[in-house]
Structure formats: structure tokens, C-alpha cells
């Protein structure tokens, strides 16, 4: 079992280009969540998924895109990239409940 | 949004010796969790608690919901340099409608074992 997969690991962007942070799961959870991990903050939720077709913004969802076309798959887009969006990015999934999870990170630098 | 304060930020520790870090909120959970984060890699579930009161122990971990159900306790017994990384608290709240499985985090406690 796989559980949650994250690509790329690492990716350096410059000011105003666009990447898409892929995040497959294959334990049919219905649960999927982007968060942001900044030093000293915590986790903060971008977007989630209640399931296929349906998404729903978090706490700091501004200068990100979401779309869950399929159980499987929760990409995050960033459309032009700045400075601010220099973090680690996590993608979690559940079936239901607090027991998520994670993958093993994104970490993205904008210069 | 809801904020959950944790606490202490980062400890220094001596193998072989107990740990303490609590988290406080001003909001109601239902539910509180403790997780850990390895280097390089995203957080894994320690102990879960549902209920105002419970006492919980997985090996030399033991956590506490507070009564108020406002706070949560961890404890880590006799460390060892493997327990090094970050703790994370974690408050669900009431499951339904679009609250359902969304977690608010601690900021995490940086945990180091000398040893």
C-alpha cells in the first residue's frame, strides 16, 4: 500500500510561474486535504475534498486552485507563484475522522 | 478562525528524561489528537482522545483531554533520541456538515534528545 503520494519532493519556482502540486491516494478515502507548513505555524488548511466533484476552501486558500475530478486524486495549483507561497505543502486523506493520513511533503521555494 | 496555542515551542532534553507539552484553545473540540513529524516527512497519528477526562498511554506516551475540553496534555516517559522531532496537537471539532474530519493544528513543539 502506497498511502498517500506526493510529487514532486522538492521544487524551486521564480516569481509569477505556475506548478501543480500532484497528491494521489489508494486507500479510496473520501477526505482529502491540502495544508502549508511554515516554521513556528503549524499546519494551516489551503483546501479539501469531501469527495469526487466537490471541494471547499480553508483557512488560507488565496493564490491556490483545487480540482477532484477522481477519488484517487487532489492536485494543487498554483497559478503564479510568489514569494509568500515558500513553504512545505502536505496533502492528508481519511475515510472519515481525525485518523489522517499524510503524505510526505511538497517543499516549494519562490525566488 | 480557531486557534489552538501549544506549548512549550521547543525543548532541550537529556535522554532518559520526561517530557510535558500541552495545548490550550479558546474554542470546544470533540476531539484532540497528538501527532509527530520525522525529518522530512509528513506527521503520523500518536494517540487520539474522544472524550472530556480520557487518559490515554501508547508504550511511554500518555495523553490527557482536558476536562474543559478545551486543553490536551502529552507526555513522553524515559525519551530516547529516537523520539526527536515535531509534536503536533490537533482539535476536531463536532462531526457533521462541512466541519466533518477538518483538523486545526498546534504550532508544534521542536523536540531535541541529547544523548
Known amino acids: 500500500n502506497a498511502g498517500v503520494t506526493q510529487t514532486p519532493k522538492f521544487r524551486i519556482l521564480k516569481i509569477g510561474q505556475s506548478m501543480t502540486l500532484q497528491c494521489t491516494q489508494d486507500?479510496?478515502?473520501?477526505?482529502m486535504y491540502w495544508y502549508r507548513q511554515d516554521p513556528g505555524m503549524g499546519l494551516k488548511l489551503i483546501y479539501y475534498?469531501?469527495?469526487?466533484?466537490?471541494?471547499d476552501k480553508g483557512e488560507v486558500p488565496n493564490g491556490y486552485n483545487v480540482s477532484r475530478s477522481t477519488t484517487e486524486d487532489f492536485p494543487l495549483r498554483l497559478e503564479l507563484a510568489a514569494p509568500s507561497q515558500t513553504s512545505v505543502y502536505f496533502c492528508?486523506?481519511?475515510?472519515?475522522?481525525?485518523?489522517?493520513?499524510f503524505g510526505s511533503g511538497t517543499r516549494l521555494t519562490v525566488v | 478562525g480557531q486557534q489552538l496555542n501549544q506549548s512549550p515551542q521547543s525543548m532541550f532534553i537529556q535522554e532518559g528524561e520526561d517530557v510535558s507539552m500541552n495545548c490550550t484553545s479558546s474554542?470546544?473540540?470533540?476531539?484532540w489528537l497528538w501527532y509527530k513529524q520525522d525529518p522530512g516527512e509528513g506527521p503520523v497519528l500518536l494517540i487520539a482522545?474522544?472524550?472530556?477526562?480520557e487518559l490515554t498511554s501508547n508504550g511511554r506516551l500518555t495523553a490527557q483531554f482536558g476536562i474543559t475540553r478545551k486543553d490536551s496534555f502529552l507526555n513522553i516517559s524515559a525519551s530516547i533520541p529516537s523520539d526527536v522531532g515535531i509534536y503536533f496537537c490537533?482539535?476536531?471539532?463536532?462531526?457533521?456538515?462541512?466541519?466533518?474530519?477538518?483538523?486545526?493544528f498546534g504550532q508544534g513543539t521542536i523536540l531535541t534528545v541529547h544523548p
Open positions: 492528508a486523506s481519511t475515510p472519515g475522522g481525525p485518523y489522517y493520513t
Open positions: 486507500m479510496n478515502h473520501n477526505y
Open positions: 475534498s469531501v469527495g469526487a466533484g466537490i471541494t
Open positions: 474554542s470546544i473540540f470533540n476531539t
Open positions: 482522545l474522544y472524550k472530556a477526562g
Open positions: 490537533a482539535g476536531q471539532p463536532a462531526a457533521g456538515g462541512t466541519s466533518y474530519g477538518k483538523l486545526t
